[in-house]
Each structure stands twice: as C-alpha cells, then as structure tokens.
C-alpha cells in the first residue's frame, strides 16, 4: 500500500529561506495558568496535521512534503517582559528555521497579573497570516471555554 503525503505546493523560497516567518501577538484576558496553555496547544495540534509535522524531502524527486511526527511537541517559552516581544522575536529569527527538524510554529508567552499575551511565531510553510489568526482564535475559545 503507497503511502498518502501531503505534499508541499509552494514557492520553493518558502523551504530554502530560513526566515520566512511572521509572528501574531494575542492579549488573552484570563488568568494564565501554564497547563490550561499547554492542554490547549496540545487541543490545537492534535487538530492539525502540519502542526504535527516536519518538512521532509523524497530522495528520488526532490518533492517536499510534511512528514507527521509522533512525537512533535510545540516550544513554549515563557519571558516576563511583554515590552520586549520584539527583541524575542529578533532572536528567535536570528537562529534561522531548520523545517526538517523543528516544529512549524513557536509559541512565546508573557504572564501578568492581568493575564497575558502570548507570541505565536508560524513559519509560512504551515499558513498564512489570515489562516493563523483563525488558528490563535481557535486556540482562544479553547482556553476560555476549556
């Protein structure tokens, strides 16, 4: 039986380029709790199989494709200056973005005692701009509907 792949259909400067990424600020207005976030990532990841994958590569005809991991978890990192998102995000960019080993989205997350903002950090070959904001509202009405 031939394996099913989701095959990669894009410009190629989109794999060959180690910053094509964009970052999505969200302000969640609920107590932070560390959990309930990772619970809800995990909701969201479960629900789509390129946030399960890496992009690998066939040998015989170069064609891309998103390889599903069993075990691909999502980094989280948690800062507490929410005025330097931009710094973080510099350097998380800075480090380039191997898709044949790393996860296709980072998440960034700033506590309060208000609540917090989270920054999720998408590499292109996951989604656009528009399709991650649906993704950010989504994972929103998961943590606050729980």
């Known amino acids: 039986m031939k394996s099913v792949k989701n095959y990669v259909y894009t410009e190629r400067a989109h794999f060959m380029c180690p910053n094509m990424h964009f970052g999505i600020m969200a302000k969640i207005d609920s107590h932070y709790e560390e959990g309930q976030l990772r619970q809800s990532i995990d909701i969201l990841q479960k629900a789509h199989p390129f946030l399960q994958s890496l992009i690998a590569e066939e040998t015989d005809t170069g064609r891309l494709y998103y390889q599903i991991q069993d075990c691909l978890n999502i980094p989280v990192l948690v ?36 609540g917090f903002q989270i920054l999720f950090i998408a590499h292109h070959l996951l989604c656009d701009g528009r399709g991650f904001y649906s993704w950010q509202r989504n994972l929103q009405s998961i943590m606050l509907t729980g």
Do not use: F, T
């Not at 380039?96 to 309060?112: F, M, S």
């Open 79 to 114: 800062k507490d200056e929410a005025a330097l998102w931009q710094q973080d995000y510099e350097e998380i960019s800075v480090r380039g973005w191997n898709v044949k080993k790393e996860c296709l989205l980072k998440v960034v997350v700033y506590p309060n005692e208000n």
